[in-house]
């Protein structure tokens, strides 16, 4: 927006003098130039600064708008496309493979810090070959996982968790051709099995949608995932060297509570089966950020004032909701994706096109329709 149309907007929507204008506006500029104009979500012809006048708009007081335009330039978080490609590319060094050394370090008795003479080792490339990468959404990228890291195999890295009984037959064929060629002598098609599985995926506020207790069941995408490799009538339970194997989830983004919340009803859900998992974060989002805004009660009162109850349907109702305000499981947090607004998030953040209040990154749920609270990695 040209400053000569947006003066006269915000000087009508927020009471700004010249002066406010000169001093604010270069800065929201800066903002919606490097970062926030990136947001795949705005409607044709819709940037940051327009979405920001239409939603300073809605607030019935100047008091109210300025609440809301401060929280924005003091505690909103805003992950770009290229900084989640910086995440993605670097999981594998600085979370992936630490753990594989580590893993060779224990079973060889080798020091850890040794790590050049693990790395040569044949013990580690064959670790290293039983290493299983799936995605566990879209959000995994394994595309770009797979192009910075050219020392994995295409074979080793699968976009999706559940596999077919025919990739299953293919994926443990060109493992033990690999494993023969590192070791030296043929090996028979079924004869090694995969030990180490990452499950990789952009991120998680709440870790629900991988791990929950529904009514005394237990469901999301990683129950799913572990009772496929524990069924011996699926496929993908001859990819898993069952008397020997660990689950690690690598997330790119998490909160401090998804992290907890998935390591916890793992092991309600799957430790007496003997399924041992670990969590790992590329990016930790400070849960003290949320509980600093949230000790305003100007700002808490806007939350209330501004809710709309419609986006509490049976999904969003999977989570905590003695305060629905604060996002899908009471998370509260201010981050937004370059490619949609997680749930989790505040509602006045995200509000989709059809609510009663508009949201200045409105947000796509992947159920369809944009009524479905419980969607895009909570």
């Known amino acids: 927006m040209r400053n000569s149309l947006a003066e006269p907007l915000f000087e009508k929507i927020m009471g700004w003098s ?11 500029e800066a903002l919606s130039l490097f970062k926030y104009d990136e947001y795949q979500q705005f409607f044709s012809g819709m940037k940051f600064i327009e979405s920001l006048a239409c939603w300073l708009s809605q607030f019935e007081t100047k008091s109210e708008k300025e609440i809301a335009l401060d929280f924005i330039r003091s505690n909103l978080i805003f992950i770009s496309s290229s900084e989640m490609t910086h995440l993605v590319a670097t999981s594998y060094l600085d979370l992936i493979r630490p753990i594989i050394i580590r893993s060779v370090s224990e079973q060889e008795q080798i020091p850890e810090y040794l790590t050049n003479h693990i790395i040569k080792s044949r013990e580690y490339q064959i670790q290293h070959r039983r290493s299983l990468f799936l995605g566990l959404s879209d959000g995994a990228h394994t595309d770009i996982f797979r192009r910075y890291n050219p020392d994995i195999s295409n074979e080793q890295v699968y976009q999706t968790y559940e ?12 493992l033990n051709k690999d494993l023969s060629c590192i070791c030296e002598h043929k090996f028979k098609d079924d004869e090694n099995r995969f030990r180490m599985l990452f499950l990789l995926d952009d991120f998680s506020g709440s870790g629900k949608s991988y791990l929950r207790c529904d009514n005394g069941k237990y469901d999301g995408k990683i129950s799913r995932f572990c009772t496929s490799i524990c069924d011996s009538g699926n496929p993908m339970h001859r990819l898993i060297d069952q008397q020997n194997f660990k689950i690690y989830i690598i997330l790119y983004v998490a909160t401090k509570k998804a992290i907890q919340n998935i390591k916890q009803t793992m092991d309600e859900a799957f430790g007496e089966k003997g399924i041992s998992c670990d969590v790992k974060s590329a990016h930790l989002i400070d849960d003290s950020k949320s509980c600093n805004f949230l000790q305003n009660t100007e700002f808490v009162n806007l939350l209330t004032k501004y809710y709309d109850n419609s986006i509490e349907n049976e999904h969003y109702k999977k989570g905590k909701i003695d305060h629905p305000y604060l996002g899908f499981d009471e998370c509260a947090l201010p981050l937004i994706l370059s490619h949609n607004t997680p749930n989790n998030s505040l509602p006045l953040l995200w509000y989709e096109e059809e609510r009663k209040y508009w949201g200045l990154f409105p947000r796509i749920s992947r159920h369809g329709g944009g009524k479905d609270g419980f969607s895009q990695s909570v």
Do not use: C, N, S, V
């Open 18 to 28: 010249a002066a406010d204008f000169t001093q604010i506006m270069p800065e929201l």
């Open 163 to 174: 596999i077919t009984g025919e990739r299953t037959d293919e994926m443990l064929k060109r």
